[in-house]
């Protein structure tokens, strides 16, 4: 199985920027379609974009399109979100979630069957 550890998060204001990194362990991460969750407090956890394992295909929620960018570097067995323009409600606890499954993109959460532990990013306004 693979081990998924999330970097990057903080604090910032709103129309600042972040880079959240996923940095994999224990399997090739091409093998997994990928996948950033986010979850504020009190609220479901929900899919903030998703990229397919040959890079060919990426899905964005609509709040975040134009501003968040998800881009996978396989050799380096890592995930990235570049966050741009970043608002208040983008505020929560953000996730990397890998699928090993033979979709070629999943925008359940029920498909992604590994996890990180999460980084908290708060946007000030």
């Known amino acids: 199985q693979v081990q998924l550890v999330e970097s990057g998060g903080g604090l910032v204001q709103a129309g600042d920027s972040l880079r959240l990194s996923c940095a994999a362990s224990?399997?090739?991460?091409?093998?997994?379609?990928m996948a950033w969750y986010r979850q504020a407090p009190g609220k479901d956890r929900e899919i903030v974009a998703a990229?397919?394992?040959?890079?060919?295909?990426?899905y964005y929620a609509d709040f975040v399109k134009g501003r968040f960018t998800i881009s996978r570097d396989n050799a380096e067995n890592r995930v990235y979100l570049q966050m741009n323009s970043l608002k208040p409600e983008d505020t929560g606890v953000y996730y990397c979630?890998?699928?090993?499954?033979?979709?070629?993109?999943?925008?359940?959460?029920?498909?992604?069957?590994?996890w990180g532990q999460g980084t908290q990013v708060t946007v000030s306004s």
């Open positions: 979630a890998a699928d090993s499954g033979v979709s070629t993109l999943s925008r359940s959460l029920r498909t992604y069957d590994y």
């Open positions: 224990g399997r090739t991460l091409s093998r997994y379609v």
């Open positions: 990229i397919s394992r040959s890079v060919g295909t990426t």
